[in-house]
């Protein structure tokens, strides 16, 4: 039977909703990966030329308010707002009026953007004090905060703009650009570094310029793909479209629903300033790495199943929207629960591969790697926040996720008071992983009682068994890796093969196991793979 489904395709069928999104969640997660290991290069960079401490710490809490910003908007957050309402246009008005109602709100928001980053210039200082309060107590540390602030928050026009193109062209079924544009931020700074912080009497200074030059390309290579799909901006539209009230009421909410992971996250730097120098740093590019599986994964997943989604819910096709969720949270499992495992097990050699040279010493390397295992413990609830959470939107929900949200952050700061002290940095790390573990639960919960029946049995036991696998798979990482990998970090090519051997070793592993219980999920990959495959041919 297993057998039968592997290789049974005697013919291609007709591209199913499930193949649709497997593309989509395809194109972004290839796109996302290349951004990832770009910005694992940047933070390298970084690391490299500017260590963990004084700088970086500035740099850092600096870049905090516009990356969270990043995040909600180019990760979801804001199209999410965005996407339901302009699918639902699409759907029952057409394309013109979906376009006017785009043109309306690029300009709204243009407007919106301008007067936030003038804003964030002027109280620059004030915003220093609350996501940094630590720093005052040094006043070269809090002024070069400060100074750093002022140049990166017009980095918030920049990237709203490029947002909301990214969802009108999701929503128009074109994911590839959107997916690439992170891409051109990362290369800007590491530009930077080499070409404009050299010659700067503040090199860090020019870290920040790369960030604004990177946020410039990123809007700019939407614009193409936008003309061919029919967007042209000059065309009269109205000042207000009727379809940018029901945004607005959406958006606020949405987008604080969306955001509680990133809100957690600086609550981790607001606690994190108040500790060592260095443990904002710590903190940072711990989540970085976490940001890996999330991104190609998580973040890949919800961006390709949120149009589904809302198609679904606009034409009120009810067992077809149940069966795509129960699809991607069968899916989102079976591959971050090892990712998981794999990051926990492995997260000193990773942490020192990927950062442990120049001025990030083995001290700053072990302590990421602290960092690390604390916010590993989460990382299937990030993803699974992040595909229930997609689906509320898609149902233009908009009181669920934010009051789920709401008490999870509550539940952060609380748990970051109380495990900041016996575990420091790591302790923040820790709130944040429980505070997703509770939003995620509470999300069920209330999707249970909106939804009723969902087969929760069938997904508990997609998970009991990728769970088994993934523990399975842990071991033998854990074992392999203590022959192989070098315990000297400082050899460099000597930790790169013993890494590589050992990730080889655990997704082989976890692959053979999923083929031989035959998972559902393993083969629906393959199967949907190959039918991508003969597509191309």
């Known amino acids: 039977m297993c057998q039968a489904n592997l290789f049974g395709l005697a013919q291609l069928q007709k591209v199913s909703e499930q193949t649709q999104i497997f593309k989509a969640a395809g194109v972004v997660g290839g796109a996302t990966l290349l951004s990832r290991i770009l910005g694992f290069l940047r933070d390298a960079v970084i690391a490299w030329f500017f260590g963990a401490g004084f700088y970086t710490d500035a740099f850092i809490a600096a870049f905090r308010i516009p990356n969270l910003l990043r995040r909600l908007f180019a990760e979801g957050a804001l199209s999410s707002a965005f996407v339901p309402v302009f699918t639902e246009y699409l759907v029952h008005q057409g394309a013109d009026e979906a376009h006017r109602l785009a043109r309306s709100a690029l300009r709204l928001l243009a407007l919106i953007l301008v007067t936030l980053s003038f804003a964030g210039i002027l109280l620059a200082p004030q915003i220093v004090r609350v996501i940094a309060p630590g720093f005052v107590a040094s006043a070269g540390k809090f002024a070069l905060t400060v100074r750093l602030t002022r140049v990166l928050f017009p980095y918030i026009f920049f990237i709203g703009l490029t947002a909301l193109c990214m969802g009108i062209l999701n929503a128009l079924g074109h994911f590839a650009a959107p997916a690439l544009a992170p891409a051109f931020l990362n290369l800007a700074m590491i530009s930077s570094v080499f070409l404009i912080s050299p010659f700067m009497d503040e090199p860090i200074m020019g870290l920040a310029l790369g960030v604004l030059m990177g946020g410039g390309l990123q809007l700019a290579f939407q614009f193409p793909f936008l003309f061919k799909k029919g967007l042209v901006f000059r065309r009269k539209t109205p000042r207000w479209h009727a379809g940018l009230k029901k945004i607005l009421n959406l958006g606020p909410p949405f987008v604080l629903g969306g955001a509680v992971y990133q809100i957690n996250v600086l609550v981790s730097t607001f606690w994190g300033s108040l500790l060592e120098e260095g443990s904002v740093t710590y903190l940072y590019f711990?989540?970085?790495?976490?940001?890996?599986?999330?991104?190609?994964?998580?973040?890949?997943?919800?961006?390709?199943?949120?149009?589904?989604?809302?198609?679904?819910?606009?034409?009120?096709?009810?067992?077809?929207?149940?069966?795509?969720?129960?699809?991607?949270?069968?899916?989102?499992?079976?591959?971050?629960?090892?990712?998981?495992?794999?990051?926990?097990?492995?997260?000193?050699?990773?942490?020192?591969?990927?950062?442990?040279?120049?001025?990030?010493?083995?001290?700053?390397?072990?302590?990421?790697?602290?960092?690390?295992?604390?916010?590993?413990?989460?990382?299937?609830?990030?993803?699974?926040?992040?595909?229930?959470?997609?689906?509320?939107?898609?149902?233009?929900?908009?009181?669920?996720?934010?009051?789920?949200?709401?008490?999870?952050?509550?539940?952060?700061?609380?748990?970051?008071?109380?495990?900041?002290?016996?575990?420091?940095?790591?302790?923040?790390?820790?709130?944040?992983?429980?505070?997703?573990?509770?939003?995620?639960?509470?999300?069920?919960?209330?999707?249970?009682?909106?939804?009723?029946?969902?087969?929760?049995?069938?997904?508990?036991?997609?998970?009991?068994?990728?769970?088994?696998?993934?523990?399975?798979?842990?071991?033998?990482?854990?074992?392999?890796?203590?022959?192989?990998?070098?315990?000297?970090?400082?050899?460099?090519?000597?930790?790169?093969?013993?890494?590589?051997?050992?990730?080889?070793?655990?997704?082989?592993?976890?692959?053979?196991?999923?083929?031989?219980?035959?998972?559902?999920?393993?083969?629906?990959?393959?199967?949907?793979?190959?039918?991508?495959?003969?597509?191309?041919?």
């Not at 009682?449 to 990728?466: F, N």
């Open 286 to 537: 711990a989540d970085r790495l976490v940001q890996f599986p999330l991104g190609i994964f998580a973040i890949a997943t919800s961006t390709a199943v949120l149009p589904s989604f809302s198609r679904q819910a606009a034409a009120q096709d009810w067992p077809a929207l149940k069966a795509t969720f129960i699809q991607a949270v069968k899916m989102i499992l079976f591959i971050t629960i090892p990712a998981t495992v794999g990051l926990v097990v492995l997260r000193e050699p990773i942490v020192a591969l990927l950062f442990q040279r120049g001025e990030f010493d083995a001290e700053a390397s072990r302590l990421t790697a602290y960092a690390l295992l604390y916010y590993g413990i989460g990382i299937w609830a990030f993803a699974g926040v992040r595909i229930v959470t997609a689906l509320f939107f898609a149902l233009q929900d908009t009181r669920t996720p934010l009051n789920t949200g709401l008490l999870s952050i509550g539940a952060n700061i609380v748990l970051g008071i109380v495990l900041m002290g016996p575990l420091a940095h790591g302790g923040l790390a820790l709130a944040t992983s429980l505070a997703s573990i509770l939003n995620l639960g509470l999300l069920l919960s209330a999707l249970k009682m909106k939804l009723g029946s969902l087969d929760w049995r069938s997904i508990a036991r997609s998970a009991g068994r990728t769970v088994v696998a993934a523990g399975i798979m842990g071991l033998a990482v854990w074992g392999v890796g203590l022959i192989i990998i070098p315990s000297e970090t400082g050899k460099l090519f000597g930790l790169f093969c013993g890494l590589m051997g050992s990730i080889v070793t655990g997704i082989g592993l976890f692959s053979a196991f999923s083929l031989f219980t035959c998972s559902p999920e393993f083969i629906s990959i393959l199967d949907e793979a190959k039918k991508v495959m003969i597509g191309k041919k």
